[in-house]
C-alpha cells in the first residue's frame, strides 16, 4: 500500500502565498515524478507543476515565475510554493505520484486533494 499525505491548504487572498506538501510512504521502491494538480469547480482536473527523479520540472505557463516545485528525496515528500496566487487559482490540489513499486510495476496514484481558497 502506498499512502499520499498532502498538507498546506487553505485560506489565502489574491496576491497571497501558499506551501503546499505532499509526503509518500508504503511499498514504493522509487519515485519518478512528483507533482500538483489542480481541478476547479465544473472545470476538469489540470496540471500546475511536477518534478522528475533527475529534478527535470514542469510549469503550467501561467505558474510560471511565481510556483516553485521542489522534492526532498530522503523524505518522499514534494513541496510547491506559490506566491502571488490568482482568484482563478482556487481549487482542490491533487497531489501525484508515478514510482515503480518492489516487483518494478509502474505505478501512479493520487493524492486526496488539498483545498485552497482565495478571497479578498
Known amino acids: 500500500q502506498v499512502q499520499l499525505v498532502e498538507s498546506g491548504g487553505g485560506l489565502v487572498q489574491p496576491g497571497g502565498s501558499l506551501r503546499l506538501s505532499c509526503a509518500a510512504s508504503g511499498s514504493i521502491f522509487s519515485i519518478k515524478t512528483m507533482g500538483w494538480y489542480r481541478q476547479a469547480p465544473g472545470k476538469e482536473r489540470e496540471l500546475v507543476a511536477t518534478?522528475?527523479?533527475?529534478?527535470?520540472?514542469n510549469y503550467k505557463d501561467s505558474v510560471k515565475g511565481r510556483f516553485s516545485i521542489s522534492r526532498d528525496n530522503h523524505k518522499n515528500t514534494v513541496y510547491m510554493q506559490m506566491n502571488s496566487l490568482k482568484f482563478e487559482e482556487a481549487g482542490v490540489y491533487y497531489c501525484?505520484?508515478?514510482?515503480?513499486?518492489?516487483?518494478?510495476?509502474?505505478?501512479?496514484?493520487w493524492g486526496q486533494g488539498t483545498q485552497v481558497t482565495a478571497s479578498s
Open positions: 501525484y505520484l508515478y514510482y515503480e513499486d518492489g516487483r518494478s510495476y509502474q505505478r501512479s496514484k
Open positions: 518534478i522528475s527523479s533527475g529534478d527535470t520540472v
